[in-house]
């Protein structure tokens, strides 16, 4: 019923920037956390940064003052601005949202994930 499209990965020097978007269409009535988690071959996927209905953000120690996560709810798109990029932010960002539907069942949705390599 919901589906999330990401866009905006690729190769990037150090140092570099990339601005992720994803765009959720279907059956929504609602969305409330949407964020973005990345995933390298062989770990875990770990969240690296979330924005609430109301626009409050978290980040992973990781990326806090480089990234930047944003929404915007008239287009059910969240976005993540990466700045100062390095070698270890290299990985598969998923974006995930928690949806309500018109029918007004709630589902945890993801995306297929964009890759994000830095490397000179």
């Known amino acids: 019923q919901v589906q999330l499209v990401e866009s905006g990965g690729g190769l990037v020097q150090p140092g570099g920037s990339l601005r992720l978007s994803c765009v959720a269409s279907?059956?929504?009535?609602?969305?409330?956390?949407m964020a973005w988690f990345r995933q390298v071959p062989g770990k875990e996927r770990e969240l690296a940064a979330a924005i609430r209905g109301g626009g409050n953000t978290n980040y992973a120690d990781s990326v806090k003052g480089r990234f930047t996560i944003s929404r915007d709810n008239a287009k059910n798109t969240v976005y993540l601005q990466m700045n100062s990029l390095n070698p270890e932010d290299t990985a598969l960002y998923y974006c995930?949202?928690?949806?309500?539907?018109?029918?007004?069942?709630?589902?945890?949705?993801w995306g297929q994930g964009t890759q994000v390599t830095v490397s000179s």
């Open positions: 279907g059956s929504i009535f609602s969305i409330y956390t």
């Open positions: 995930r949202m928690n949806v309500m539907t018109t029918a007004r069942t709630l589902f945890e949705s």
